[in-house]
Structure formats: structure tokens, C-alpha cells
């Protein structure tokens, strides 16, 4: 399947997306491989963009029309690359699947969700709700095509689901599948994953219940998030009205992240909005060592600060203890600015943990440069096979486009070339 | 083309459980004379799609209505090579929102049927436009970094460049540039300008003109006519598309008088220091003396609102850069970098920290002020917002003001193009080419032109070349969209362009000044002289259009307007008002869907028209429709303003004020004008979206029923 004419995508987010659309839209043949049941990546979380508070979803859509128009776009959902051999101009590559139990007879109805009897923790909310086993994974998914998650249904033994779809579209028989693919080129957009917050020890992540991170902060802040887009903290559901960031948890820091993640002031001081939008008695602090407003988002940045109820403090929070009773967090660290000791009690963290790139755990099968932390090295004398996205830097949607746009070029050279 | 018919219910998805499937076929056999019109309980299913490829292939059915989901769904399924389609949506935005066999959710369906059918019936196949002598030549303009990245770009996948640069030489600012800091951002690299001049020349595909300007572009995309002047001569080219990449000027450093420059010798700019840096020695410009004791001051000009107000990203950078070529000078020299906020994103956070571990000494503040002594040294005073007190630096050799960057798209016209709406790419506030910058930033309001490097935002080398090859890419797709008549983005693919019926014209000028992309340029008297390469088929011109003059192949004036006489109107006696809500098609309706899949009731008595842009509403729609009876109009479209979402920047801007314009027309109705809203909403808004409907409707029954019912 495939020729070799043709550009294997790897990673169906932002970055992927793009590099598979623009690539299409010249006349090239695009197959796109995607881990999740949908398209999107992690950009279909969040619940606005920074600088014009817009959300994702909008361009998304643009995209998901312009895929559904490319009669040059093909994609596989719940596929990850196992192997890649060859050289530039000629890959083999095989692609295993995970079954997803619903065919694409699916026609979205929600029958199959209405009578399944078993709850999973809701991934796309990082587990602050929960779907059925059989679930669309958000309203505004693409495809849109239910799953059913193979490690909690109940199988043939339940199998109610079967009999309500009137569909023929529910096939527990489903088996993982293996798929072969002879491409020209590859983009390797696997995107980033959060930085693990656990391990910042001080900060208590995994042992406070009221602490959390940026990016369940887009899922809380979400109208069709786990609370419908209302802020209610997790450890008794209550709205929130004092919160606190702290940037650079475990960035640009030697034991953890040394680089800067390049998004994460711009991320909280939109999150900052989000608080005093929904709660306007609502208070925040942003803990940080240097905003970084780069360009024009600096913009951004002057308008949010000129709100009086948000206190932009210079200091690493050295220690979070929970005040057991209340489940209220305590914040303790010095601000460098005034040198005074801060002690300050809010009623939920946000910790702006960074970006650590795909390939910093699972590299691409294949002979890929890399960084000191992962990051696949964009030099341009590497041919066949090129890093796109924030698995090169870690980037804002606008620098991953750019990126994107740039090696889907690459790509169509090396075919070219062929 | 003689159309013949086919109408296709699904009654699945509990369709059938919600609506009466016999009076809907009605619709089509008695109603719309259609030849063919079946059901079936599972359309999108094997058996339901081979029974309409049957009747498409053997019974000459060419004019498809597929009455049952929404069209953003099953699109792969429902898809039959070229015949007339459309798609009737009775799932999610009837079945799914209204309540089940009830006369007003029967209603709606029925109305949805009867504007497909009139949609179908006013449609024809588009026929795309083909341009003659189509050229598939890349112009980039401006050689330096970006300009040469973007040429390689395109040369390397098969397309002629002409690189034109004004200098005598290519390269730009690298020809100023000592030493480079790119990935993997752990020491500098020499900048390697020549070996990169070097491969632009090898490149058999790039033809290079340099001490060469652009006189004039006329024309559009694949057909644009270059007239380049070159040495007191002038020569004419014909290209497919354009990347400008004409860089960035240094922010001009006589208005930092203050911080001491102009005043004060030994007070340089980055600029200046990068030239000194590669011309062998740092050192004082008062006496030649190597420098000792320096210091960097950040954001001179930059992130101040007197001046530049933006970040220009790099001068953090710059500055570490910089300081290292100090202290490879002189390991024991004082290094100072005066700053408000270190930025050093992503892995280039690297460099910073070997700076700081190479002894610079870092001070968070802002200069107060600074004067010289006698020998010609510094003393600056600063406040040490660490220290939280004023702290004082003396006997600094030199003081380095790290200056900004301005596009030099601010007041340069480098591209002189021959557009009715001006001769420049329109620029934002600060003059960058201004665009949908978060997802789509390489789209400008010129179809067909592209900017590349930091003529479009400050960015350093190592992601400006992607950046340049990006915009090379633009513009090859550019090329091989008009090749074959297609739109560019966002309606990528769509094959209709905008047909002028120019007998009826009368010169008005609107169709010119109201196209957000500047696609239609005069003649001397004002007749629109259309260009449809640079066409982004958004359906501006016709909405602005006071004549009905402009329509496109399956969307016109004509269409929208029959589909609003179709539309069944009850008595006043009934209590069933009607409104018309006007949907922008890739926000509204999408949220319209997920109130659906959301199954979150809707109001029944709104009839739902989804529209290219909001921009492309035509008032004689609305005047129409109030003339028969019904009783109000909505339009929901994307934000406009600074932080406009519309993806024809200008639609719902453009709504908004003609509908300021309608009360004129309600007046000579002596109708009230709240009988027409506007309202902003966005693709997630799809739990406010009944808030809004119900709100108007509220009002509407508040008034008294349109006295025009019945005419």
C-alpha cells in the first residue's frame, strides 16, 4: 500500500495535521498515523488560545474540512509506527493498529454509549470524569466515531452494545492489525507530552488533591469539560476564587527540564483570564522567574497584567504543604523582588509544567539525530525523514504551524528528489 | 445540464421515531415533481449508498438531496463523483434538538427540504476558472536569510526562482553578523554566509537579480506580471506567486537619547557592536581603547510603549551572544546585562545558563539614567528590582543598547502591487503583514503572496529558515491550486469563482473597496475589473453587491433569496413565528451540530441558512424576507475587531455594519428594528447558542406578528 511518491505522517495533532494538509494541497499523497481515536492532538484540550482567548476548535474544523476535501489524505486512528526501513525516496514502514471495536459503519447515534454498563476514567479529561467503555472521545471529534475502550469492556459477555447498534458497526472480534506502507518520506510529529509532575517533590502534585497542572487547567476551565467550563476544585468540587500559578515547575531547572517550554507564561496568564472571567471576585498569583511574552504576544501580556485582582510575583515557591482540614494549599518561597518571605494560602495550584518531547521516551525506529533532552535536531543534511513541530522545540501553535508548513516542504523535496 | 432528481430520506438515527418520513417524501414527489425520491433506514450503509450509485449510474439521477445527517459527517460515504449534491441535515439539527412527532419539529424538517431542494435547483456544476499562460515561477523578494531559504526551498522541489534583491549582494543582515547562535544552542557558529551564498548560486533552478527592485505586480496568482528594475533598466516577468521576505530595519536608536545614545560615544547598539565584533577587536569608540567593563542593556526601545511596544525576541539572545564575544576577548572583563525579563525559550535557555556560568552579571531593573567622566566611561544608574534599591555601575567602557526590530513592511512598499486596495500586503498596528496569525499564520490578505523571516514577526535564524521554507510552500500550493482553478485556503479545493453579470453594474465601487483580499480592481470608470486568482470565494463581493450582480455557480444572491420565498410561512392566527437565522457555516453551524449531538433543545421556529461568510450576506435577503412575513432575521458570525476569528478577517465586520444600514429598509417597511440582530458566536458556543435563539425569539414574540404574513 502506499508508493513511493507518497509522505508518511506520523502524529495527528497540530503539527501533523498541517504538514499532511500542505502537502496534499500541492498534489501529494499524505498518510497520516495517529495514536488516539481522533485527530486533533493535544490542541483539541484546550479550551482557548492565547493571545485572542479563540477556541481551538475553530481552526481545527478549517482543517478537519480540508482533510475531508483532499482526495490526497488518508489516515489511520489508534496506529502507531512499529518499523521503518529503507532509505529516503523508499520505506517500508509497518504500522500496527489497536482495535478500536467500532467499524466505520458508525453513524455517531450514542446507542452503543446509552446501554454500555461499564465507566473508565475519561482520558481527554486526564481522568477528572468518566465515559462509558463505549464513548466519543469529545462532541467535536474527527472522525466522529465512537471507541470502545478494549480494557475495561466487558467483552461478548456483555455485549450489549452489539444489540442496540442498529448499525452492524460494534465488532468486538476486532484484532490488532498490521499495516505495511511504502512511502517517500517521513514527518515525524509525534507532538510533546507534560512534564510529569509528580516528580517535583515540594509541590505535592498526586498527593494534594487541589493541586493540578496547565493542562488539566484547559480541561477544568472547558465548556465541555469535566465541570461544563466551571472552575470547581477537585477535592470538594467547590468554586474556586484564589489560585495560584507557578511557572517554570520543573522548567528550566537541571534536575528536571533544563529548557525553557516557551508557552507556559503566555499559557497561565491566559488561565489567569479564564479564573477572573468565570469568578470575577476570583483572585490570581502568578508565581514566576521571567515572563517570557515573546513578539507581539507581549501585547498579551500588558493587558492581562493591568488586572488589579492578578499578582504577578517574582519567585521560585520553594515548598506546598495542604492545610488537611480545609484542603487549602499553603505557598511558601521568597519573592525576589522585594526579598520579603511570601506565605501565601490559595485554594487551588496550577503547575505550568513544560513540554518534554514524544521522542524523549519512544524514539523513532530509524537513524534520527537528537538532543540532549530528546528533541529531534532539525538539521537540514538529514534527509528521508524530518522532525516537525514542538519534537523540535518546544513551540506555540503558531511556531508549530510554521514548522509544520516547513517540513512538509522537506518532504515533497525528498520525494522529488526520487 | 438537464437535472433529474433524486431524493434520499434516511429515516435511521431516530429520524423516523421523530418525523413523519411520508409527508417529507411528499416534499419531493408533489411539492418538487422529483422523478425519484426513496427512504431507507440506513442511508449511510452499504445497501442505502448502492442504491443511489445504482440509481446515479442507471436511471441518470444527476441532482442528489440526501436528506438526513449533517454534512460534516459521513462526507466520505455520500460522495458520487461529479453530480449536484446537497445534504438536507434532519438529524442533528431537527431530530436530535426538537421533540419528537410534534407538528413544529415536522415543520422544520419539511422547510430544511424545501431549501435543499431550491439550493439544488438553483445550482449548477462548477466550472473552473482556467487563466491562460499560467506560470509556475516563484518571485521572492529580499536575498537575505529568509529570501535564500525560501528560493533553495522552492528550487529543491522543482520550481524556477527569481530571487531579487536591492543590495548589490545577497545575504542582508548576515553580512553584518560576526557570529551565529543556532540549535543545539551550547556554543556560537560562525555564521558560514558565503557557503549559503554559495549554494543559491549553484542552484540551477534560481535565477538571482541583485541591485534589483520591484517596479510593479500586476495580475494574480499564476498570472502575476513582475516589471523589476535593475540597474537604471527594467525587465518584465510573469510568476506564479510571491514571497516577500524584505526583512527587518534596526529600530532606530537617535530616539534612544535618553539611554545616551547620540550623546554620549561610548553608548553603541547591538548593531553596531555585531559590526565591531566582526571587524576584529571590541573596543571604545571614544579612543580605540579595548573594552574592560561592559554593559548590555535590554529592551532599549523594546516592550516600551513611546516606542516599540512588542517584544522583538532575539535581542535576549543577541545580547548573550554578544557577551560571549566579550569574554573570548578578555576572560577577565565585567559583563552587565541590564534586563526587565531574560527571554531565552525553548533549548536556547541553554546558552543563557552558560553565560551565567561564564560570569556575567545578570541585574534585573531598568536604567534611570547615565552619564559619561571625563575619560569618557560610563556610570549608569539603574533600579535593581532584586535588590529593590537604585544601584550604580561605574567605569563602563561600553554600554551596548540592545535596539529592536521593525519590519520594514511599516513604510516600504517593496512589492508595488497593482491592487485597487493599495500597493502593500495590509499590515497590523505595529506594520507586520497581518494574518490569522495562531493557526494559519502564513495566510495573508493577499491570495497568492506569502512573507517569510522577520518581515512577518521577529524571529531568529535557525526558525526562520523553516519559517522561509514554509512560506515556499505556500506559495508552490498557490501555483498548483490556480493551475487547476481552485481556491487557496481556506476554501481550499473549491472550484466556483465569482461571475459578474457586468450589464447591470452601475459602478458603485463597493464589490472594489469591500474585498478583504483585494481581488477586484477598477477600471477609470469604476466598472470591477475582477481577478478570480486572487480569489478566496468568500462571497464578500456579493454580499456587498446593491445590483445582485455577482453570483458564484452554487451560491448566489438569487439562491439564498429563493430559498427564503420557500420557506412556509403560517398565519399570524397560528402563534408560529419564523425567523431566519443566518449561520456562518464553519463556526455557527458546526456549533449548531454539537447542540445537537449535545442533544440540547433548540427553538422550532428558527430556519437555519448557512452562509460562506457572514460577509457575503446580501441585505436583500433580509428585505426580502421580511416583506413575506417573516418575522425576524439573525446572524451569527465569528468575532470581529483586533481579535477578529472570521476567516475572511473582514466578514462579520462587514455584516455588522451593513445590518446598521437595514433600518432604513425596516423603516420603509414600518417595520421595528429589532426585528434584526447580529450576534458573535463562536464554534464552542454551543451551550450559549440556545441562550441567544431563545433571547431574540423572546423578543420577537414581544412584538407584534409580521404584518406582512400572507402577501
Known amino acids: ?418 | 445540464m438537464d437535472k433529474k432528481l433524486g431524493v434520499y430520506i434516511c429515516t435511521g438515527c431516530g429520524i423516523e421515531d421523530s418525523l413523519d418520513i411520508e409527508a417529507l417524501k411528499k416534499v419531493g414527489t408533489k411539492e418538487f415533481k422529483a422523478p425519484v425520491c426513496k427512504t431507507h433506514s440506513w442511508l449511510c450503509g452499504a445497501e442505502g449508498v448502492e442504491m443511489i450509485k445504482n440509481d446515479v449510474a442507471n436511471e441518470g439521477v444527476n441532482t442528489l438531496s440526501i436528506v438526513a445527517c449533517s454534512p460534516r459527517v459521513k462526507y466520505d460515504v455520500f460522495d458520487f463523483g461529479p453530480v449536484l449534491m446537497d445534504r438536507v441535515n434532519i438529524r442533528e439539527q431537527v431530530a436530535w434538538v426538537l421533540p419528537a412527532g410534534e407538528e413544529d419539529t415536522q415543520m422544520m424538517a419539511e422547510d430544511n427540504m424545501r431549501m435543499g431542494l431550491i439550493k439544488l435547483n438553483k445550482s449548477q456544476l462548477p466550472e473552473p476558472y482556467q487563466a491562460e499562460n499560467l506560470s509556475r515561477n516563484i518571485l521572492v523578494v529580499g536575498g537575505g536569510f529568509a529570501g535564500m531559504n525560501a528560493a533553495i526551498g522552492a528550487a529543491q522541489a522543482g520550481y524556477q526562482v527569481m530571487l531579487v534583491e536591492k543590495e548589490p549582494v545577497l545575504g542582508g543582515f548576515m553580512n553584518k553578523m560576526h557570529l551565529r547562535i543556532r540549535p543545539p544552542y551550547k556554543e556560537l557558529k560562525s555564521v558560514d554566509l558565503e557557503e549559503q551564498i554559495k549554494k543559491v548560486e549553484a542552484e540551477p533552478n534560481i535565477k538571482i537579480l541583485t541591485s534589483a527592485t520591484i517596479e510593479k505586480i500586476s495580475g494574480g496568482p499564476g498570472m502575476f506580471d513582475v516589471t523589476i528594475s535593475q540597474n537604471g533598466s527594467s525587465l518584465s516577468e510573469r510568476v506564479g506567486s510571491v514571497v516577500q521576505a524584505t526583512g527587518w530595519k534596526p529600530y532606530d536608536a537617535g530616539k534612544l537619547e535618553h539611554l545616551g545614545y547620540g550623546k554620549l560615544p561610548n553608548v553603541i547598539t547591538n548593531v553596531q557592536m555585531e559590526e565591531m565584533a566582526k571587524n576584529g577587536k571590541i573596543t571604545r569608540p571614544s579612543d580605540g581603547k579595548e573594552v574592560k567593563s561592559i554593559l548590555f542593556v535590554q529592551c532599549a526601545g523594546s516592550r516600551d510603549e513611546n516606542h516599540l511596544p512588542y517584544c522583538s525576541s532575539v535581542c535576549c539572545l543577541v545580547s548573550l551572544k554578544q557577551a560571549t564575544y566579550v569574554r573570548e576577548q578578555d576572560p577577565e572583563a565585567s559583563i552587565y546585562i541590564l534586563y526587565k525579563d531574560m527571554r531565552t525559550p525553548h533549548q536556547s535557555e541553554d546558552f543563557y545558563r552558560k553565560v551565567q556560568k561564564d560570569g556575567a552579571i545578570f541585574i534585573r531593573g531598568e536604567m534611570n539614567s547615565i552619564s559619561e567622566d571625563g575619560n569618557k566611561s560610563l556610570s549608569v544608574e539603574a533600579s535593581d528590582a532584586l535588590l529593590n534599591e537604585a544601584i550604580q555601575l561605574d567605569e563602563l567602557d561600553l554600554v551596548v543598547l540592545a535596539t529592536g526590530m521593525v519590519p520594514t513592511s511599516i513604510d516600504e512598499a517593496a512589492l508595488n502591487l497593482d491592487y485597487r486596495q493599495g500597493p502593500a500586503l495590509p499590515v497590523n498596528k505595529y506594520g507586520f503583514p497581518d494574518s490569522n496569525f495562531i493557526c494559519f499564520p502564513y495566510e495573508t490578505q493577499r491570495t497568492g503572496v506569502y512573507t517569510a523571516g522577520c518581515v512577518r514577526s521577529p524571529m531568529e535564524t535557525a526558525i526562520c529558515a523553516e519559517d522561509a521554507t514554509g512560506a515556499a510552500l505556500k506559495t508552490i500550493q498557490a501555483i498548483e491550486a490556480t493551475a487547476i482553478g481552485a481556491s487557496t485556503f481556506p476554501r481550499s479545493g473549491d472550484l466556483t469563482y465569482p461571475e459578474f453579470m457586468m450589464a447591470r453594474c452601475t459602478q458603485c465601487k463597493r464589490c472594489t473597496e469591500e474585498c478583504p483580499f483585494g481581488a477586484i480592481n477598477e477600471d477609470e470608470k469604476a466598472n470591477p475589473l475582477p481577478n478570480p486568482t486572487r480569489c478566496r470565494r468568500c462571497g464578500t463581493c456579493m454580499g456587498a453587491c446593491p445590483e445582485r450582480i455577482i453570483s458564484f455557480k452554487n451560491y448566489s444572491v438569487d439562491m439564498i433569496g429563493s430559498m427564503i420565498k420557500g420557506i412556509e410561512v403560517p398565519d399570524a392566527d397560528d402563534e408560529k413565528p419564523r425567523v431566519i437565522a443566518l449561520i456562518c457555516e464553519n463556526d455557527a453551524y458546526p456549533a449548531l451540530d454539537m447542540a445537537g449531538i449535545n442533544r440540547i433543545p433548540i427553538d422550532p421556529f428558527y430556519r437555519f441558512i448557512p452562509v460562506r461568510c457572514l460577509g457575503s450576506v446580501n441585505l436583500v435577503w433580509i428585505a426580502d424576507a421580511l416583506a413575506k412575513g417573516i418575522d425576524g432575521v439573525i446572524l451569527l458570525g465569528c468575532r470581529k475587531g483586533d481579535d477578529y476569528q472570521c476567516h475572511f478577517i473582514k466578514g462579520s465586520e462587514l455584516a455588522n455594519t451593513r445590518m446598521e444600514k437595514i433600518s432604513e429598509t425596516l423603516g420603509r417597511l414600518a417595520l421595528e428594528p429589532d426585528r434584526v440582530r447580529v450576534e458573535e458566536i463562536s464554534i464552542n458556543d454551543y451551550d450559549k447558542l440556545p441562550v441567544i435563539l431563545n433571547d431574540f425569539m423572546t423578543r420577537i414574540k414581544e412584538l407584534e406578528p409580521n404584518p406582512y404574513k400572507g402577501f
Not at chain 1, 35 to 43: D, E, F, Q, S, T
Not at chain 1, 276 to 284: F, M
Open chain 1, 1 to 418: 500500500m502506499g508508493d513511493n511518491k507518497s509522505i508518511l505522517i506520523v502524529g495527528g495533532g497540530m503539527s501533523g495535521m498541517t504538514s499532511a494538509i500542505e502537502a496534499a494541497e500541492v498534489g501529494y499523497d499524505v498518510v497520516i498515523v495517529e495514536k488516539n481515536p481522533y485527530l486533533g492532538g493535544r490542541v483539541a484540550q484546550l479550551y482557548q488560545y492565547f493571545p485572542k482567548l479563540c477556541p481551538p476548535n475553530c481552526g481545527l474544523e478549517i482543517n478537519f474540512k480540508r482533510t475531508k476535501n483532499s482526495s490526497h489524505i488518508q489516515f489511520y486512528t489508534l496506529a502507531e509506527v512499529e518499523s521503518i526501513s529503507g532509505q529516503e525516496g523508499n520505506y517500508q514502514v509497518t504500522i500496527k493498529t489497536t482495535p478500536r471495536f467500532v467499524n466505520d459503519k458508525c453513524t455517531g447515534c450514542n446507542k452503543c454509549a446509552e446501554v454500555c454498563p461499564v465507566e473508565r476514567p475519561n482520558a481527554f479529561n486526564f481522568g477528572m470524569d468518566k465515559t462509558k467503555a463505549a464513548y466519543l472521545p469529545y462532541a467535536m471529534a474527527f472522525p466522529m466515531q465512537y471507541v470502545i475502550d478494549g480494557s475495561v469492556c466487558q467483552g461478548k459477555s456483555c455485549a450489549k452494545c452489539v444489540e442496540a447498534c442498529a448499525y452492524q458497526a460494534i465488532d468486538l472480534d476486532m484484532q490488532p492489525q498490521t499495516i505495511t506502507l511504502n512511502v517517500g518520506a517521513i514527518v515525524w510529529s509525534a507532538g510533546w507530552n507534560p512534564y510529569d509532575a509528580s516528580k517535583l517533590e515540594n509541590y505535592g502534585f498526586g498527593q494534594y488533591a487541589n493541586v493540578i497542572t496547565n493542562v488539566m487547567m484547559e480541561r477544568l476551565c472547558a465548556d465541555n469539560g469535566p465541570t461544563k467550563g466551571k472552575i470547581l476544585r477537585p477535592s470538594d468540587q467547590k468554586e474556586v476564587e484564589k489560585v495560584a500559578f507557578i511557572q517554570c515547575a520543573g522548567s528550566r531547572d537541571e534536575n528536571h527540564l533544563a529548557y525553557c517550554s516557551g508557552i507556559c507564561c503566555l499559557a497561565s496568564l491566559k488561565q489567569s483570564t479564564y479564573v477572573r472571567e468565570k469568578n470575577p471576585n476570583a483572585e490570581a498569583f502568578i508565581y514566576f522567574i521571567d515572563i517570557r511574552a515573546q513578539g507581539k504576544l507581549e501585547d498579551f501580556f500588558v493587558k492581562v497584567k493591568g488586572d488589579e485582582k492578578l499578582s504577578l510575583v517574582k519567585s521560585k515557591i520553594a515548598l506546598i504543604t495542604e492545610d488537611p482540614a480545609s484542603k487549602n494549599l499553603i505557598l511558601e518561597g521568597e519573592d525576589t523582588q522585594t526579598g520579603e518571605r511570601i506565605r501565601e494560602t490559595v485554594e487551588m495550584v496550577v503547575l505550568a509544567t513544560g513540554m518534554e518531547p514524544s521522542t524523549a521516551t519512544v524514539k523513532v525506529p530509524a537513524e534520527v539525530a537528537y538532543d540532549d533532552y530528546g528533541f529531534i535536531v532539525s538539521d537540514q543534511e538529514q534527509k528521508g525523514i524530518y522532525g516537525a513541530g514542538c519534537i523540535k522545540r518546544p513551540a506555540d501553535v503558531a511556531g508549530v504551524v510554521q514548522d509544520a508548513t516547513g517540513a512538509a516542504l522537506r518532504a515533497i523535496q525528498s520525494v522529488v528528489r526520487r
